[in-house]
């Protein structure tokens, strides 16, 4: 939230329906005026398009700062793609790379976040929804699957870490999710509730350890997992007992937290009775993604103002958001498809 605007937001961050404003969507948030928006393929289809339709998102809460989120992790969830973005590598390509050598994994990993903050900060996008720091465990759903860099939780960690700052260099915030931890869930929260039972002592060593390693990063997006020895009686995003005690305390994460999309299957309830719970657990944001119109009324409709210790959170993030050096960005994108094709390689015997 930029100085200069101290109208109250709300806090939300709202998808839209397609590659521009819609009148009603206009309307919508001049009236509920978001904290943020979010992009996904739906929205971008050419880098113009995209720019102007950044430009309309911002000037309904006049707010040149406000920020615009996406899913660009490389792999399978990449919201931006050819013909006209790069194909980027998934998290697991480089995380094999760790196995031979980790300089070269570190530096694919840097070089991965780089190019996509370069990507991002063409088009105005402020804020990437990466890394996943989430350790997949045997017999968990291929939702996280090769989106993880490993797993093994110190790989997680040293990769995470350098994909971060590849963001941060490039001006692009990075999200790392999702806190605690997804990677026991053996159901996609998208359509049904993970339930982990694993005790303290297991969740801590490994499925904690990359968030806590990481917990200075600027902005975090919790897990629609339910962790029956932590919290019998709500899912994670809902949950005062993990928000406070695990997320805040024991990991020690102090930045912006933002909920999972509060669309998903995983959460009960009406939308607005989300939305209010995920505030009421702790988070600072709460985030709807599908761009339905009805659906974002109910959710503007059950929220209050942004809170000062929300705001005041996002300015420690805004803080840590890094001016762009020169980058030799051809040279870059030789560099991490030669470290990309050495993995490949390693991985057919050649």
């Given at each position: 939230?930029?100085?200069?605007n101290?109208?109250?937001?709300?806090?939300?961050?709202?998808?839209?329906?397609?590659?521009?404003?819609?009148?009603?969507?206009?309307?919508?948030?001049?009236?509920t005026?978001?904290?943020?928006?979010i992009?996904?393929?739906?929205?971008?289809?050419?880098p113009?398009?995209?720019?102007?339709?950044?430009e309309?998102?911002?000037?309904?809460?006049?707010?040149?700062?406000?920020?615009?989120?996406i899913?660009?992790?490389?792999?399978?969830?990449?919201?931006?793609?050819?013909?006209?973005?790069?194909?980027?590598?998934?998290?697991?390509?480089?995380?094999r790379?760790?196995?031979?050598?980790?300089?070269?994994a570190?530096?694919?990993?840097w070089l991965?976040?780089?190019?996509?903050?370069?990507?991002?900060?063409?088009?105005?996008?402020?804020?990437?929804?990466?890394?996943?720091?989430?350790?997949?465990?045997?017999?968990?759903?291929?939702?996280?699957?090769?989106?993880?860099?490993s797993?093994c939780?110190d790989?997680?960690?040293?990769?995470?870490?350098?994909?971060?700052?590849?963001?941060?260099?490039?001006?692009?915030?990075?999200?790392?999710?999702h806190?605690?931890?997804?990677g026991?869930?053996?159901?996609?929260?998208?359509?049904?509730?993970?339930?982990?039972?694993?005790?303290?002592?297991?969740?801590?060593?490994?499925?904690f350890?990359?968030?806590?390693?990481l917990?200075?990063?600027p902005?975090?997006?919790?897990?629609?997992?339910?962790?029956?020895q932590?919290?019998?009686?709500?899912?994670?995003?809902?949950?005062?007992?993990?928000?406070?005690?695990?997320?805040?305390?024991?990991?020690?994460?102090?930045?912006?937290?933002?909920?999972?999309d509060?669309?998903?299957?995983?959460?009960?309830?009406?939308?607005?009775?989300?939305?209010?719970?995920?505030?009421?657990?702790?988070?600072?944001?709460?985030?709807h993604?599908?761009?339905?119109?009805?659906?974002?009324?109910q959710?503007?409709?059950?929220?209050?103002?942004?809170?000062?210790?929300?705001?005041?959170?996002?300015?420690?993030?805004?803080?840590?958001?890094r001016?762009?050096?020169?980058?030799?960005?051809?040279?870059?994108?030789?560099?991490?498809?030669a470290?990309?094709?050495?993995e490949?390689?390693s991985?057919?015997?050649h």
């Amino acid at each position: 939230m930029s100085n200069a605007n101290l109208t109250p937001r709300s806090p939300v961050i709202f998808g839209c329906g397609g590659e521009r404003l819609s009148p009603e969507e206009q309307s919508f948030f001049q009236a509920t005026r978001p904290f943020g928006f979010i992009l996904f393929g739906r929205n971008c289809t050419a880098p113009q398009q995209v720019r102007t339709l950044v430009e309309e998102l911002r000037s309904t809460v006049d707010d040149a700062g406000a920020p615009v989120l996406i899913d660009q992790e490389g792999g399978r969830v990449q919201r931006l793609g050819p013909p006209n973005w790069r194909q980027r590598p998934p998290a697991r390509a480089i995380g094999r790379l760790d196995q031979c050598d980790r300089s070269q994994a570190r530096h694919a990993a840097w070089l991965a976040g780089r190019l996509i903050a370069a990507d991002l900060e063409a088009l105005g996008i402020t804020v990437d929804c990466a890394p996943v720091l989430d350790v997949p465990a045997t017999g968990s759903h291929d939702v996280i699957g090769d989106r993880a860099f490993s797993d093994c939780a110190d790989t997680v960690t040293v990769l995470g870490a350098s994909f971060c700052e590849g963001l941060l260099d490039g001006g692009v915030l990075p999200v790392i999710k999702h806190v605690p931890g997804h990677g026991r869930a053996r159901v996609d929260s998208h359509h049904d509730l993970p339930a982990v039972d694993d005790h303290l002592a297991a969740l801590t060593i490994t499925d904690f350890a990359p968030f806590a390693a990481l917990a200075g990063m600027p902005l975090a997006m919790t897990a629609h997992i339910l962790y029956r020895q932590l919290d019998p009686a709500s899912v994670a995003t809902l949950s005062p007992i993990i928000v406070q005690q695990v997320i805040r305390d024991q990991i020690g994460f102090n930045g912006v937290l933002i909920s999972d999309d509060i669309s998903m299957n995983a959460l009960p309830g009406p939308l607005g009775e989300r939305a209010r719970g995920a505030l009421d657990a702790g988070c600072d944001l709460v985030l709807h993604c599908n761009g339905e119109i009805e659906e974002m009324k109910q959710v503007g409709n059950a929220v209050g103002p942004l809170g000062p210790l929300a705001i005041e959170r996002w300015q420690s993030a805004e803080a840590m958001r890094r001016t762009v050096q020169d980058f030799d960005r051809p040279r870059a994108e030789l560099e991490l498809e030669a470290l990309v094709g050495l993995e490949e390689a390693s991985l057919n015997g050649h």
